[in-house]
């Protein structure tokens, strides 16, 4: 196909206009956020553990450990490793290497000692910066990188260090990431980037700006640093961080948050205790939540609708500074991820997603891998279709594209798709298996919704079998699963509550 071209024009009808002409990105992370301390300098910014800052507050704090960066001898332009779990020690360190004109590697907190000095010689790191807590693990990357600079949290300097004023395309992040091949590696993201992504965010909700959210996503994840703290202080929204998942609903009930950026597996988790216990459980102030880093059942869009709350379901990658598509109208385009946001292309070649534009890494580190073509465009290896109105539609990755003995080729994901469009099915994965004749075949595996099997009566096992052999059987022959098997307990998942895919056989 020819390329298409993200506009904002596409979302203007689904906020005010006063708000609509408020969404325009600033040049660089820095220039944002000295632009919103200032603006929303009264307004909370971050609550955590019994405390809160204002933004103006934060901003001191910023300042002070912008100034104490500098007292030891940290260089703008150069790369430092932040160490932290999600704090509001892991804003001021981000926020305040950053407008030193820093690029920031974040690491995810449960990495090891060896780990962590490991990426900080791989990365180039002159700096790594932790929360308190996690100074040991700092302690072997002196020995692999000899000069590089350790500084804590609670570390000080003088409030008087200039803000350095970083280009567009300056390095603003690196973001662990498998990327196409799986392998671990560092996304590069430029303040553009970064900036875009965040932005993109205010598309397609009516609400925007000064709302309440709440983190649960880990901010070492792109979805948790760029859709909710960046999007938040961008927003003048005050951002409420979950100690865990465990104490999610005792949060929502104290902050009232508005809005929330969830993952399916934890927006289901709270739509099944809602209806277990005969209760919202997240409450009668949310208005919408984001959903994404999996794919979105439409059960889910469907169900919270009709508890007045609207569920977004959308698209990104680590490598397109998070968002890439986001659905307005998800019950009117179910199972769809929405339409192209603005200063993007997108292409498909060969059912591949190939992109370009601004929110695009510059490149990869801890790697030789290249993604782009010589033209530019970045090879997603994402399957999808488009259809009339720029609707995109994920049906699978190219990796786990399964090859059978007679040559042909089956996307799992789609296949998965036909099954989980049945109300009592959570989660399903078609995966590759050797059957009794030593053929290899394809195989399904089933987590039931517990919400939904009531309704399948006395023997719900068997009458969740029978359903699923019917669609089963509907299916072309080549695409038929010969292996059903309902299990009784759920996937094993990453740390982003995607669930682990089988390795293929």
Sequence with gaps: MNSYIGTDEKFRAFTDEATFARISADETVSKMWQRCACAYADKTALVHAGSSVTFAELDERVSAFRGALSAK??????????????????????????TLGCAVIVLPPHLGEKEVAGVCKMFGAS???????????????????PGIILLTADETGEKDVAVFESGAEDECVIMFTGGTTGKSKGAVLTHAAVMQGTVNGCYGVRDVFEQKYILILPLSHVFGLIRNLLYCIFTGSALFISASPQNLFKDIAAFRP??????????????????????????????????GAAAVPQFLVEEYDKIGITLFPGYGLTESANLVSGNPVPLKKPGSVGISYPNQQLKIVDGELWLRGKNML?????????????????????????????????????????????????????????????????????????????KHILALEVVLRASEIASLGENPKAKAEEALWQINNAQRPAERVSKITIRDTDFARSPSMKIIRYKQV
């Design 127 to 145: 700096a790594l910066i932790a929360e308190a807590a996690l100074k040991e693990k700092c302690a072997l990357a002196p020995a692999l990188n």
């Design 73 to 98: 001898g940290v260089k703008p332009l150069t790369r430092v490793a932040l160490l932290s779990r999600n704090s509001i020690d892991f804003a001021v360190m981000f926020l305040g290497a950053v």
């Design 362 to 438: 510059k490149g990869y580190v801890g790697t030789d891998e290249v993604a782009w073509t010589e033209d530019g465009w970045f090879r997603t290896g994402d399957l999808v279709t488009m259809d009339e109105d720029g609707f995109l539609y994920i049906t699978g990755r190219i990796k786990e594209i399964i090859v059978l003995d007679n040559a042909e080729n089956i996307s799992p994901a789609a296949l998965e798709e036909r099954f989980n469009a049945l109300p009592f099915v959570q989660d399903s994965q078609v995966f590759e298996a050797v059957g009794d004749n030593g």
């Design 258 to 291: 508005t809005a929330l950026v969830m993952v399916p597996a934890l927006a289901e988790m709270a739509l099944q205790l809602s209806k277990k216990l005969g209760r919202n459980m997240l409450g009668d102030s949310v208005k919408y939540i984001i959903c």
